[in-house]
């Protein structure tokens, strides 16, 4: 018999993501702030233990906009042929702010592909600081 799934399991994993919320219920935050990973779901208790996008979402996020922002910039450029201070007060900005306003989505939807891809939390525990390893030879 299976399990009955949640109303999370319904919901499409890129959904869930971009609203940044639990990947078990559906309901609870997954951050906490711009960007931090909240220990554990304040809805259903889910532990976010298991959560490590590492630097997915600024890499994706660089590309995707990287990638559009450069078609928008080349038709700025092409089609109004502003002078180049235009590009830095107007072009340069957008990408910045486009580059911080994907960061949420994408981290939200990483860390809900890796619950339900079954990711588990770190096996192995740092064995001091860097540097400290010459004091062993
Ligand atoms: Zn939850």
């Not at 997915?56 to 002078?83: C, D, K, N, R, Y």
């Not at 180049?84 to 990408?95: G, M, Y």
């Not at 949420?104 to 600081?129: C, F, H, I, N, T």
Request: aromatic residues 10%; proline residues 9%.
């Amino acid at each position: 018999m299976t399990p009955k799934p949640s109303p999370a399991d319904r919901t499409s994993a890129l959904w869930l993501g971009l609203r940044c919320r639990c990947p078990r219920c559906g309901e609870g935050p997954l951050l906490r702030g711009f960007l931090k990973i909240r220990d554990a779901c304040p809805n259903c208790g889910l532990d976010y233990g298991f959560a490590d996008p590492a630097d997915g979402p600024a890499f994706f996020g660089m590309s995707l906009v990287g990638t559009l922002g450069m078609v928008a910039f080349m038709a700025f450029e092409f089609i109004v042929q502003p002078p180049i201070w235009a590009h830095l007060i107007v072009t340069f900005p957008l990408l910045a702010a486009a580059c911080l306003a994907v960061l949420r989505p994408l981290k939200g939807w990483m860390v809900v592909e890796q619950w339900r891809r079954g990711a588990a939390p770190d096996e192995w525990q740092s064995v001091g600081k860097h540097g400290e390893g010459r004091k062993w030879r």
